[in-house]
């Protein structure tokens, strides 16, 4: 008995998968508002903050980097839903996503100092995003679940996720 | 005849639902983060917005014997969630950082759409010695250091830190008081004492002047008391004899003065009588 190939299948009984043309367009789509979200509107309002002489906590360039690898998983994500690739990369997503919330609780708190130095503001933000760090923990979790799942019967969740 | 086709629902594995129902936890938990996010900035600015005020501060000479700065501090807390555990502290120096004098608010909570009012005192003890006894005769810079603490809606402590110089004027700026020459002969000998400065103070000064000359052997020759009422920006130049006890010789003593009002006395920087 062969194991079952990496590569989704395009239809079987009880369910029908998407086309990888298909799925690439909609990651492409679904990239867009990501990309609104991790990457533009961020540096946008770091730029926003910076043009006004307020040193900001974290670099441009840091979240453009960190931005686009989050981007970039979600849609290698969608792409590989229906293989046995997509919990790895659930997992992989994840925990890149956790990365990036452990790298930012690092700068944590952010200290402002008005010009001229006569005043400072140091606020703290680390519990908020340790408790944001609940959401990828989370996903590392269904990561796991889904490659357990994928291992053990392989296709079995195609039924339940593309329904013919 | 056709069977009877019956629908059948297949159950998806007890791990799919879990992973399923786990997803839909992390999208709810993702959404009430960000709903709180929002409100937590929302309210934040709101707080900024009413931005903190101090009222009615002002300096004088309190009752103790010692210069008192007061006020009150005004916090308003319009948003949605409360600021826990503010504390304002403020320590006073000159520009050497000589420490003066400190006070403390709080720790305290103030509720959301709710106002915290907090009243402030700081004492500076008046001695003829040291640092502290130029306030009384020296306009000069301050070191206000103030900082403050509090955690915003639970999660987010917040820390300000503000450092300001600000001028003081003294209330008995440029200081003189000079003992003449001993006048009179057989049984009574005055002084004519000097006393002269001007009111740079944010307050005025209403009492009296005691002066005392002290001889080199450390007696007391004579006592004389000038009636002060000077307002905030006045000035005072005043004569006055005084009686010298009997044998006692003001030379290479020293005038004692002391400013006494409201039942409280202030010691005044003691003068050399050459």
Known sequence: ?164 | MAGLVVPTHRQPPAIYRLARALRWLSVLVLVVLVLFATTVAYSAVEVARSSPQSSGLSASLAANGSIEVGGSFTLLNPGFYPIQGFQLTARIANLSGVFLGQLGVGPSEIAPGSTGTFPIALYVPVSTSGVVASLLTEDQYLRVNAWGNATYAYLFPISVELTENRSWGAPFANFAATAGTPTGGGGSISVPVTVSFANHASFGESGSLVFTIVSAANADCGTTSFPLDVGPGGSYDRTQDVTLAAGCSPAGGELLGEYSYGGAAVPLPPEAIP
Request: proline share 10%.
């Open chain 1, 1 to 164: 008995m062969s194991a079952p190939p990496p590569t989704a299948p395009r239809a079987a009984p009880g369910y029908h998968v998407p086309s990888l043309g298909y799925r690439i367009l909609v990651a492409a789509l679904r990239l867009i508002p990501a990309f609104f979200v991790l990457v533009i509107l961020p540096v946008a309002a770091l730029t926003f903050v910076h043009s006004k002489g307020v040193a900001v906590p974290i670099s441009t360039l840091a979240v453009t980097e960190w931005g686009i690898l989050l981007v970039a998983l979600g849609a290698a994500r969608y792409i590989l839903r229906p293989t046995r690739a997509f919990g790895p990369v659930s997992i992989a997503a994840s925990a890149v996503a956790l990365l990036y919330l452990v790298y930012a609780v690092s700068l944590s708190p952010y200290r402002l100092t008005i010009p001229g130095g006569s005043a400072s503001i140091a606020a703290g933000y680390a519990l908020f995003l340790e408790l944001l760090m609940i959401i990828p923990a989370i996903g590392i979790v269904v990561g796991v679940l889904v490659t357990a799942e994928d291992a053990r019967s392989p296709s079995e969740r195609l039924i339940f996720e593309y329904p013919a």
